[in-house]
Nanobody
Framework: QVQLVESGGGLVQAGDSLRLSCAAS????????MGWFRQAPGKEREFVAT????????DYADSVKGRFTISRDNTKNMVYLQMSSLKPEDRAVYYC?????????????????WGQGTQVTVSS
């Protein structure tokens, strides 16, 4: 069964921290790089961060570099996004996705499996 379930979103104040979690099924998770994307109201979905299967390679959007950290626990089929120093512009629905190939890991087109998303709202 293909499944990705995000959790951990909520309403926070600017400057606060939040950790998103993504629980994946074995089929979705095993051997795949994983990524986080986000979509703000009226905007296209954008790349946030990605992590390789081993966890040894990570990449971030410039807008979150130094503030967000992606990690994974392969023993639990979990991916995390630790977000700190949150800004109002970080407000979006955050999606977890499994990379299935074909293009750059920064491109949503390379991700064949997606979660339903979790809302993050940052008040100023």
């Amino acid at each position: 069964q293909v499944q990705l379930v995000e959790s951990g979103g909520g309403l926070v104040q600017a400057g606060d921290s939040l950790r998103l979690s993504c629980a994946a099924s074995e089929r979705t998770f095993s051997g795949n790089a994983m990524g986080w994307f986000r979509q703000a109201p009226g905007k296209e979905r954008e790349f946030v961060a990605t992590i390789s299967w081993s966890g040894g390679n990570t990449d971030y959007a410039d807008s979150v570099k130094g503030r967000f950290t992606i990690s994974r626990d392969n023993t639990k089929n979990m991916v995390y996004l630790q977000m700190s120093s949150l800004k109002p512009e970080d407000r979006a629905v955050y999606y977890c996705a499994a990379f299935t190939g074909g293009t750059s890991r920064r491109s949503s087109g390379g991700y064949g499996y997606w979660g339903q998303g979790t809302q993050v709202t940052v008040s100023s």
